[in-house]
């Protein structure tokens, strides 16, 4: 069956502090993978996906960016945050566009 | 307009009440939809698949209404653990997904 990971499941960073959120799949090959952000009673927002290794398409410009460099991995970066990055970040993975996505535990990310 | 609206909450309902969820969507272009549920600072859990011809999973019926852009999920016989956020998601072109706000159910004893 397959599995998705995510760690680290809290963080709390200075402002401008660069971020790291690290992303991995198990059980499924060329998976599409996705990344969201909800803030605090919010709807799921979709910042980036990607449909195989090195290809990410953006959905929101902002001062967050994402890379795949293996088939099941999947990191989001900042090279300095900003108040408002503060937020749960999900990534989930999906087959056919059809069959739904599957998410993560989640990182809950507060920037101070 | 929102792209995707769902009704708003909280829906507070006894045990055993049959209780209905609302959402619509501006995109007529729209191919897939989904309901899924969210625990308390937890992730999304997809919750049902909506086709166009209606389906049923258990207590859950979903149906979908393209020509008003709409669709909708019925829960009947509420269990105090269906308790949480409904989310509706639309897929449009591409990867283009669309999550509504959401809709919370406090199902009470």
Known sequence: ?112 | RKEVEQDPGPFNVPEGATVAFNCTYSNSASQSFFWYRQDCRKEPKLLMSVYSSGNEDGRFTAQLNRASQYISLLIRDSKLSDSATYLCVVLGGGFKTIFGAGTRLFVKA
């Open chain 1, 1 to 112: 069956s397959q599995t998705i990971h995510q760690w680290p499941a809290t963080l709390v960073q200075p402002v401008g502090s660069p971020l790291s959120l690290e992303c991995t799949v198990e059980g499924t090959s060329n998976p599409n993978l996705y990344w969201y952000r909800q803030a605090a009673g919010r709807g799921l927002q979709l910042l980036f996906y990607s449909v195989g290794i090195g290809q990410i398409s953006s959905e929101v410009p902002q001062n967050l960016s994402a890379s795949r460099p293996q088939d099941r991995q999947f990191i989001l970066s900042s090279k300095k945050l900003l108040l408002s990055d503060s937020g749960f970040y999900l990534c989930a993975w999906g087959g056919l566009a059809a069959s739904g996505q599957f998410f993560g535990p989640g990182t809950r990310l507060t920037v101070l």
